[in-house]
């Protein structure tokens, strides 16, 4: 798995797919076998929900073709693909999928649990653009799932993320054409400055156009590990705020990120509107990301500056050394959800990722994680699964579950597909 902080479960064998065929095959010996089966496409689940204890764990990580329909605007891709990879191969075409912002996460659990992409504000939730799928139920039939065939599993296939009970092989897309300008807005702020930018963006946040990603991270500066802090008076919790555009033109995105201007004063580095592309963006996310132990933990909110402010002024005077950080990303959504699985999302994303690389910072930072989202579960309207936390979670609507539920019981009566690990 991705994450090094491996769980302390022992699946009994593993099976590694190399074709639809694999598991098919794979689901059969398991159903005569009575093994449950969990499922890994990409590895990138950081609660390594596809490591279960006992049964099959079926890995489709070979799983990794694609074909692009330049004229339909359409495209398939098995589960196995990197969104990293798929993009590149659709730019080359001039088109485009909301694919994730890390490098290597697998198409498989990320279009199952929503999918937030670039340019995801504009062209929606990821899996809102997944028109069906291919998958292989729990009697190792191999079907098709579509608006109009077998749709409750589109429907539950589209937002139920590490809790699907089919194993998706293939994933039928809707694409969107290229947009002509790609570009960055990047800011840094010093701890000083928390309280100015969360009450600007309490204030702006909901009114960002569609087509920009603004979010903040913040993180202790690498530059300043501990022992150095108190050697020096520059502030070792820096800010990062980003605003990425998606536009027709580059006067189309400049005017996009026009509400910038009103941004806090203060910065130590402020940079203009530059084009970036696909793989800077994606090498300059992935700064912090590195492989390292992580515990990770969110919360979906809609409560204001004044509610959360004395939570994050904690959570940045409390930050352990780096890769540790927490997100803050402006969802704000702006259209209806479709009608699917995916239905809890809000204003505010608020991410805790608890990363380390040296097992004494173990225990610290995953109190840090966990401990500051459990002080603001009062301002707490669900998680995301996408940073799946591994803990009983509210992922989607009561309603959304008690389908879900049935749906289960109906396609996977002997509860050969695990339930979301947070449930177990
Ligand atoms: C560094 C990093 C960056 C990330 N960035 C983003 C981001 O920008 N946007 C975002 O939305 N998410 C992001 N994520 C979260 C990521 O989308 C989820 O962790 C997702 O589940 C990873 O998919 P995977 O296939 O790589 O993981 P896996 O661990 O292989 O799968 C996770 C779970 O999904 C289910 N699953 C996977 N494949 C299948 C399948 N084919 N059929 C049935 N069930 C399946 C299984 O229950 C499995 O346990 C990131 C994660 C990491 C670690």
């Keep these: 798995m991705w994450n090094a902080n491996v769980p302390d479960r022992f699946p009994e064998r593993i099976v590694q797919a190399n074709s639809i065929d694999d598991v098919v095959s794979a689901m059969r010996a398991a159903k005569a076998a009575g093994h449950q089966v969990a499922v890994r496409s990409g590895g990138h689940s950081w609660s390594g929900n596809h490591v279960r204890e006992g049964g099959v764990l079926l890995d489709l990580s070979r799983l990794t073709s694609f074909t692009i329909d330049r004229e339909a605007m359409t495209a398939t891709a098995e589960p196995g693909l990197g969104g990293s990879d798929l993009i590149v191969a659709l730019m080359k075409q001039d088109l485009f999928f909301p694919v994730g912002h890390c490098r290597g996460v697998g198409l498989g659990g990320y279009l199952l649990q929503g999918g937030f992409g670039f ?3 504009a062209l929606g939730i990821a899996c809102s653009n997944v028109t069906a799928i291919d998958y292989v139920d729990a009697d190792g039939e191999l079907r098709h799932a579509s608006e109009t065939e077998n749709s409750d599993m589109l429907w539950a296939a589209r937002g139920s993320g590490p809790g699907f009970f089919g194993v998706v092989v293939r994933f039928h897309l809707r694409l969107s054409r290229k947009p002509h300008f790609i570009g960055n807005v990047a800011t840094q702020y010093p701890r000083e ?3 100015d930018l969360v009450r600007w963006i309490d204030r702006v946040g ?4 569609p087509q920009v990603e603004l979010q903040f991270v913040i993180s202790r500066n690498p530059s300043f590990p501990p022992p150095l802090r108190k050697a020096t008076r520059a502030s070792p919790v820096r800010i990062e705020l980003a605003a990425t555009v998606m ?3 580059r006067s189309a995105a400049k005017a996009a990120v026009s509400f910038l201007s009103s941004r806090p004063k203060g910065a130590r580095i402020r940079s203009p509107l530059v084009p970036t592309p696909m793989g800077a963006m994606l090498s300059a996310v992935m700064q912090h990301y590195p492989t390292a132990k992580w515990e990770t933990d969110n919360l979906w909110t809609h409560a204001s500056a004044d509610e959360l402010l004395p939570h994050l002024l904690r959570v940045a005077d409390t930050l352990p050394p780096p890769p540790a950080h927490m997100l803050w990303l402006n969802w704000a959504p702006q259209a209806d959800l479709a009608d699917m699985a995916f239905t809890v999302q809000d204003r505010t ?4 990722y608890g990363g380390w690389l040296d097992d004494a910072d173990a225990e610290a930072t995953t109190a840090w994680s966990r401990g500051n989202v459990a002080a603001m579960q009062s301002l707490s309207t669900g998680v995301q699964f996408a940073d799946d936390p591994g803990r009983p979670s509210r992922g989607v609507s009561e309603s959304a579950q008690a389908r ?5 019981a109906q396609h996977d009566p002997d509860g050969r597909f695990h339930r979301w690990i947070g449930d177990s």
């Design 404 to 408: 879900l539920d049935a749906l289960r």
């Design 193 to 195: 400055r928390l309280e």
């Design 247 to 249: 536009a027709e033109s």
């Design 349 to 352: 994303f608020l991410s805790f």
């Design 119 to 121: 340019n995801g504000r």
């Design 206 to 209: 909901p009114d960002v156009p």
